[in-house]
């Protein structure tokens, strides 16, 4: 079954980090792009980040730069979104979704996992 699977959400205080993981199954995941996206209560799902195949890394939106990164292993089929100073702003459902690149749309989802800031 061809699937992507997010873990690693929680509560976390604000200034606080967290570590989300997205596993690939089914496909090789090393040969597609991978995305981070958010989705707010109330608001429209946003790009967070995106990693290529090749490790190029862009952003999506500028309010995480410089608090979180991304970064993947190949081997283990895995992408991660290191979080670090979160912000009660940062509190969504965060997807991971897979493309043939960064300018593509993605054309695999997640199910998202919860991430939730506060104190």
């Known amino acids: 079954q061809v699937q992507l699977v997010e873990s690693g959400g929680g509560l976390v205080q604000p200034g606080g980090s967290l570590r989300l993981s997205c596993v690939a199954s089914?496909?090789?995941?090393?040969?597609?792009?991978t995305s981070w996206y958010r989705q707010a209560p109330g608001k429209e799902r946003e790009g967070v980040l995106c990693?290529?195949?090749?490790?190029?890394?862009?952003y999506s939106t500028t309010s995480v730069k410089g608090r979180f990164t991304i970064s993947r292993d190949n081997a283990k089929n895995t992408v991660y979104l290191q979080m670090n100073s979160l912000e009660p702003e940062d509190t969504a459902v965060y997807y991971c979704?897979?493309?043939?690149?960064?300018?593509?749309?993605?054309?695999?989802w997640g199910r998202g996992t919860q991430v939730t800031v506060s104190s």
């Open positions: 979704a897979a493309r043939i690149d960064c300018t593509r749309p993605p054309f695999i």
């Open positions: 990693i290529s195949y090749s490790g190029d890394i862009s």
């Open positions: 089914g496909f090789t995941g090393d040969y597609y792009a």
